[in-house]
């Protein structure tokens, strides 16, 4: 018997995307991104300051912060405010921020610092990958806005990137996987990638048994496709945003 996903879609097909522009008035740069059910807000903020190891270096540096919201799952997830991030939130953060450095010119920052915080409204699988591919939006309006006044010289994006899960359930290589797809995977993916269709990332793990290289291959092939899709999205979204 044929695999059939809950929501109906094929197996090579992504979730209902949509990426609205300058969700947040005050930042630089701002998008909701919805994939199905996963909702995430991602905005791009500006410091005029850099950590210690790049003062006088005439560079500046792209971080991100990551959070859930309480009830964006079922269950309530308390706030990490007092008891400090998780080594999961750890990890996004990380990864977002990885990502995003691979494709920022630095140099045309200057000594100033790009904060990309990410806050998940609804959870339903796949969050920290919408999380990059929102960023990337929220980051090349704050430069194109920034551009427009004057506050740097050149634009800050030097490539696109997104990002998108892939897994292996009941051994049928799936698509942007939704909650109850990830939860059984029988192998997880996350894959970022430039809009050139070089690799900054691939995070893949075996929940049981071992995969094989040409699962691994079909894993990669079926991400770079859903990848040129959102790519596409993003280019559409940044060239009918306005940026004040």
């Known amino acids: 018997m044929s ?4 929501d109906g879609r094929a197996l090579n097909e992504l979730r209902a995307v949509k990426i609205a522009p300058g969700y947040l008035p005050y930042a630089e740069g701002s998008v909701l991104i ?9 905005s791009a903020s500006l410091d005029d300051r850099v950590p210690p190891f790049l003062r006088n270096s005439g560079q500046g540096w792209v971080t991100a912060e990551y959070a859930m919201l309480p009830r ?23 990864l977002i921020g990885r990502s995003l450095r691979a494709v920022v010119d630095m140099k045309a920052l200057g000594e100033r610092t790009m904060t990309l915080d990410c806050d998940v409204l609804q959870a339903d699988g796949g969050t920290r990958t919408a999380a990059i591919t929102g960023s990337y939006v929220a980051l090349a309006l704050a430069s194109k806005r920034l551009l427009k006044k004057g506050r740097i010289s050149r634009s800050l994006v030097l490539e696109q ?40 990332e ?36 940044i060239a009918r945003a306005d940026v004040g």
Do not use: W
């Open 34 to 42: 919805e994939m199905g059910l996963t909702k995430v807000i991602c």
């Open 161 to 200: 990137v997104a990002a998108i899960s892939v897994g292996l359930v009941d051994n049928t290589p799936l698509l942007d996987l939704k909650y109850d797809e990830d939860s059984r995977a029988d192998v997880d993916m996350n894959v970022i990638c430039t809009g050139g269709g070089r690799f900054i």
């Open 72 to 94: 964006s799952t079922p269950q309530r997830k308390p706030r990490e405010v007092l008891r400090g991030p998780s080594g999961r939130t750890h990890e996004i953060q990380r």
């Open 3 to 6: 695999f059939e996903r809950t």
């Open 202 to 237: 691939v995070q893949g793990t075996a929940e049981r048994e071992p995969f094989t290289r040409e699962q691994m291959d079909q894993l990669l092939a079926l991400a770079t496709r859903g990848i040129e899709d959102l790519i596409e999205l993003q280019k559409e979204t």
